[in-house]
């Protein structure tokens, strides 16, 4: 196959360091509307006009059409460093189509998803490191000969799935003084087999969400794992980071759903020989794998649990009357047992932040929608600037869709809710694939965001969300910042003990120097309250370089004793040098 046909990162489908697909994103009319391009969500095409007055009033900044900050056109990439005989004995041993030096391929590899470290560095300043050379493996055997040449040569390999991190995990360390070569796995993206009678699918480790679940979906087949990143996020990933779907309360997160994997590290091939229906076998090394974060191979390959579709899908959704019933109703309903797929909660700016997304009403929509307002705020009496609404995706057979629906239907009215229907549980949905893109856009006014995720328990959620809300006031105000702080929250999925939370945060920065790092020192300290105040280092992202320092007071000095000896065991002379999380001294 000619070079021209095979899979490369930089293509013309995909942005590349900006989020998402290239022919998706916010524009800016000139009557300060914004539309979404495109037409691959509900989404596209409308004109919001409520969006720009949103962010105006939440921020307390002016939104201006041209931006404020232009990106630049000449992005910035170091000279590589080449170990010469790495590169002779690599042309000599694979065809040329399997790598690349070129500058653009070099820089996309360089980085993750964090949008102040990363892809704000990337698009309006620079980044410190890069990586030399991009290998496109094609299948197991060349990832082992790649990393016997990477061993021989003294190179250094990063895996690479879809690029999605948002921990900076990809970032080659700045003080790695070996060549260092990306090793991109999304040629290998194939579904090898599929057990239709034992629900198992086995799957290359670089096939995206998206890919499978397209294949399995016209075989009557889902594994059901749904990040917001599905579409770009590849399966090895996943493994990598410990990721969490929005459905897992009916497929569970993603270690609920691998069964087995193949990892090749510089010591040998980590997998199971069969029989995969649990076992009792001791440690189970292909476990120990999971948030194994690029530090000790390449995951090859791994076999999920699949589902039949389900007979049943839809939406539904509760109107609360402020956060915290909302999450008395959360927790009661984790502890029913009968917990729909996916079961959101949202506060009330994240409400106005989904309205704000929504296009104008006009003929009846609108009157029922002022008359839906009127049952809310004056017959129920509920804050319109309080309450707060729980969404749902239910999925299963009739019967399992029919009694969810009824326990919720229980909850709501235990809690005084309102069941507000089909539409507005859907609508909570329909803005989840193309929210990633409003960082892009806001980048261009000087304001930085990013959402947070944290595991809390029931009894510390709202201590994490109030002493978070007043911390980000302080820091705002500290470092001299123009308008308001924005700071919402929502759960996004619920647990026997406690919820994983997401909080987003964004402020402008119109006159700061180096906004990007001011930002992330900010970003740095809020996740540092949400520790102290009950959250976790994270729920799914998992720790990259961003949050290791947090790691000495989260595992015992024993547990991080266990992980550099499985480091040194596996890879002795630290041949995958991306240095994430505790794995190095
Ligand atoms: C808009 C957006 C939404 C997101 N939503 C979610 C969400 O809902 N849930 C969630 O869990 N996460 C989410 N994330 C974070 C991210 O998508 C996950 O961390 C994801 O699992 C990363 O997968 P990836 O294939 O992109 O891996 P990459 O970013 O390419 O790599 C991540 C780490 O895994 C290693 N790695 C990747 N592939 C392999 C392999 N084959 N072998 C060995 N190591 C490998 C890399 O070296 C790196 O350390 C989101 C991110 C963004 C930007």
């Excluded at 620079?126 to 040569?153: G, M």
Aim: overall charge neutral; aromatic content about 8%; hydrophobic content about 35%.
């Amino acid at each position: 196959m000619n070079k021209k046909e095979k899979f490369f990162g930089v293509n013309n489908t995909n942005w590349g360091h900006k989020w998402g697909f290239r022919d998706s994103g916010f524009i800016v009319n000139e009557d300060r509307s914004v539309t979404f391009a495109g037409n691959r969500y509900p989404i596209c095409g409308k004109k919001l006009s409520k969006f720009i007055p949103f962010v105006e009033e939440v921020l307390g900044v002016e939104f201006k059409i041209k931006p404020k900050v232009e990106e630049l056109d000449k992005k910035h990439v170091d000279e590589a460093f080449v170990n010469h005989d790495f590169i002779s004995e690599l042309r000599s041993r694979f065809n040329n189509d399997r790598f690349t030096e070129e500058d653009n391929e070099r820089l996309l590899h360089s980085h993750g998803q964090h949008s102040t470290d990363e892809v704000y560095k990337v698009l309006y300043s620079k980044l410190k490191k890069f990586t030399d050379l991009v290998f496109y493996i094609e299948s197991e055997e060349e990832a082992v000969e790649l990393i016997e040449l990477a061993k021989k040569h003294d190179v250094c390999l990063i895996p690479y799935g879809g690029g999605t991190n948002v921990t900076n995990a990809l970032r080659p360390p700045e003080d790695e003084h070996r060549m260092i070569v990306t090793v991109d796995t999304r040629r290998l993206n194939k579904i090898e087999s599929l057990d239709k009678e034992n629900l198992m699918v086995t799957v290359q480790s670089g096939i995206t969400g998206k890919d499978l679940e397209e294949a399995l979906n016209k075989e009557g087949f889902t594994v059901g794992h749904e990040p917001d990143s599905y579409e770009f996020s590849t399966v090895g990933g996943w493994i990598s980071t410990n990721a969490a779907g929005m459905k897992k309360h009916r497929y569970g997160n993603i270690e609920d759903i691998v069964q087995n994997l193949t990892m090749v590290t510089p010591s040998g091939t980590i997998n199971q020989i069969k029989p995969l229906t649990r076992s009792s076998i001791g440690i189970k090394t292909q476990n120990i794998l999971f948030g194994s974060e690029g530090n000790l191979g390449i995951i090859t390959r791994a076999t999920l649990k699949m589902h039949h579709l389900p007979a049943k899908s839809s939406y539904e959704s509760i109107v609360l009357s402020d956060w915290q019933t909302g999450v008395q109703f959360m927790q009661d309903l984790s502890r029913s047992n009968m917990v729909p797929a996916s079961s959101r909660l949202a506060d009330n700016l994240q409400i106005r932040l989904g309205q704000a997304l929504k296009e104008e009403k006009s003929g009846l929509p609108k009157i029922l929608d002022k008359f839906k307002q009127f049952v809310l705020f004056k017959v129920k009496g509920f804050d319109p600037e309080k309450f707060t609404v729980a969404v749902f995706k239910i999925e299963g057979s009739e019967m399992e869709v029919k009694t969810q629906r009824k326990n919720l239907e229980n909850l709501a009215k235990k809690h005084g809710g309102v069941v507000a229907g089909e539409n507005t549980g859907k609508s909570g949905y329909l803005a989840t694939m193309v929210i990633a893109y409003i960082r892009e856009l806001i980048f261009t006014q000087n304001i930085l965001g990013e959402t947070m995720e944290t595991a809390v328990p029931w009894s510390k959620i709202n201590q994490v969300k109030e002493e978070a809300s007043k911390l980000i006031v302080k820091l705002h105000k500290e470092h001299n910042l123009p308008g308001k702080p924005f700071f919402t929250s929502r759960i996004s999925k619920v647990y026997h003990t406690g919820v994983c939370m997401y909080n987003t945060i964004a402020m402008c920065y119109d006159g700061v120097e180096n906004p990007e790092d001011v930002f992330t020192e900010i970003e740095h300290i809020m996740r540092e309250n949400f520790i102290e105040n009950g959250g976790s280092i994270s729920h799914h992202h998992g720790v990259g370089k961003l949050r290791k320092d947090f790691m000495p007071n989260t595992i015992s000095e024993g547990s991080v004793e266990m992980i550099k000896g499985i480091k040194k065991n596996q890879d002795p002379h630290n041949v995958f040098g991306v240095n994430n999380n505790i794995v190095m001294d």
